[in-house]
């Protein structure tokens, strides 16, 4: 009964994941970084940049908005209060490309960006978190030892796989940046719609072949990113939990052979 219940939860699940990623639009691309097993155990991480967003956002044609992204995790405090969340920097395209919108005040712009301004667009678990009124805005956090004044409380998303999409900082890319300087290498993800659906495969083939150039990849090198749309990112998820639902449907002939059924 508990593996019949078992599969009925991943069925479930897998209704939850259509929603979520319908959400995203059928004409949104990711595009981030991917190292191979053989690369990693010979020390070559592969990572995107700034120099690789910028080839995107400047050479491909027929894109609607494109943003980076750079996430971490990260403590905030306010006050006595203090809680652990992700670390969003991007820029005000983000809201666009992820769905994420303000429920009071505004979301982070261009402006904020360009002058790498100290303020944060908040979750809803983040204001309960740090016990901050209703409407936080003009309130102050600290995180990474700056102040950054609230200027946006997004809307509620609820969980996905357990976890909370409401625990969240949003700041601007170029704030985040100079708020962990030079301490690591970053690796960027990047999110970008597409105007016309028609031209998906010929915007993925054009990131495909720009990118490859710019890393220097060989005709007989794998592609260190992929670049994957969000019905792509659907089937991938979909697949493995269909994976796991046959292993749980085995389990189930298994159990009923065994006891005599």
Same mark, same amino acid.
């Given at each position: 009964?508990?593996?019949? !219940? ?7 699940? &897998?209704?939850? +994941? ?32 700034? $120099? %690789?967003?910028?080839? +995107? ?16 995790? *990260? ?7 203090? @809680? $652990?969340?992700?670390?969003? *920097? ?19 712009? %261009? ?16 204001? !309960? ?34 976890? &909370? ?40 083939? @054009?990131?495909?072949? /720009?990118?490859?150039? $710019? ?25 493995? /939990? ?20």
């Amino acid at each position: 009964a508990s593996v019949i !219940a078992m599969i009925s939860i991943i069925q479930g699940l &897998s209704v939850m +994941i259509g929603d979520q990623f319908a959400g995203l639009g059928a004409n949104g691309v990711t595009v981030q970084s991917f190292t191979s097993r053989e690369a990693w155990l010979a020390g070559r991480i592969a990572r995107l940049t700034e $120099a %690789d967003y910028n080839l +995107i956002r400047l050479r491909v044609e027929g894109l609607e908005s494109i943003t980076p992204i750079m996430q971490t995790q *990260g403590q905030v405090r306010s006050g006595s209060k203090a @809680t $652990a969340t992700q670390v969003v *920097g991007s820029t005000y395209a983000y809201q666009d490309v992820a769905l994420y919108y303000a429920a009071r005040g505004r979301f982070i712009s %261009d402006s904020d960006n360009q002058t790498r301004r100290r303020v944060a667009v908040i979750g809803e678990q983040v204001r !309960a978190d740090l016990a901050l009124p209703e409407n936080p805005l003009g309130e102050y956090i600290q995180f990474n030892g700056e102040w950054l004044r609230i200027i946006g409380l997004l809307e509620e998303k609820g969980e996905i796989f357990g976890q &909370s999409q409401d625990n969240q900082l949003i700041i601007p890319f170029n704030t985040l940046a100079s708020l962990q300087g030079n301490q690591r290498q970053r690796d960027l993800w990047i999110r970008l719609t597409i105007r016309d659906l028609d031209e998906l495969d010929q915007v993925s083939a @054009t990131i495909t072949r /720009l990118l490859r150039t $710019a890393h220097n990849l060989g005709r007989d090198d794998e592609d260190d990113f992929r670049v994957q749309s969000a019905q792509q990112l659907q089937d991938t998820v979909e697949g493995i /939990l269909n994976s796991v639902t046959v292993v749980m449907s085995g389990m189930v002939s298994i159990s009923l052979l065994v006891g005599g059924i």
